[in-house]
């Protein structure tokens, strides 16, 4: 078998092994986070699911939600690369009721979880080590600071979550 061949089947596997249209990718909710219509304690999770495209044979991208008591939706803090060249911040965060959507077309799991009164002591922890960020205008696809720098970093500023990234979650050693 020549160069070229290998080539082609090469790139015809990596190119077929997930949605390669992030537009057309879904984002829906997963239907694996707390409701907070329903769920009244504070939460905390954390979530991880296939990189996009190719990638996501070798890697995740994580993120965190948080629930305050009584709180209707979650913050969720995330690092994406998209737009940081033109000047937006790599560190986002939004508010939503479903946390755990779909990483476009990846299904995430939930690598952390914690509820109640717990939850509520270590919620505003997070929030400063997040206003803390060293690099919240900043990400490097390898070897970091990206998506999984970002949640190892709070993980090591309040170390009580006991956060621990799955092993495809590049990035998180740039953290240490």
Not at 1 to 16: D, E, Q
Not at 40 to 53: H, L, P, R, T
Not at 58 to 81: C, L, M, N, R
Request: hydrophobic share 40%; net charge negative; with cysteine.
């Amino acid at each position: 078998m020549n160069k070229t061949v290998v080539v082609i089947l090469l790139f015809g596997l990596l190119s077929a092994c997930s949605n390669t249209n992030w537009r057309e990718a879904s984002r829906e909710p997963a239907g694996i986070a707390e409701d907070p219509a329903i769920q009244k304690n504070a939460v905390i999770e954390v979530y991880a699911a296939d990189a996009f495209s190719w990638r996501g044979w070798f890697a995740v991208h994580s993120w965190i939600a948080v629930k305050p008591q009584d709180a209707t939706e979650y913050t969720v803090y995330e690092v994406v690369g998209w737009g940081v060249k033109r000047g937006l911040p790599a560190l986002r965060e939004y508010k939503t009721a479903t946390p755990d959507r779909y990483w476009y077309g990846a299904k995430p799991e939930k690598v952390l979880s914690i509820q109640g009164v717990k939850a509520s002591e270590l919620i505003p922890q997070i929030s400063d080590a997040v206003a803390r960020y060293p690099w919240a205008n900043e990400y490097t696809l390898f070897p970091g600071p990206n998506s999984n720098t970002f949640p190892e970093w709070i993980g090591l500023q309040v170390p009580e979550l006991g956060l621990e990234l799955p092993f495809r979650a590049i990035g998180s050693g740039y953290a240490d």
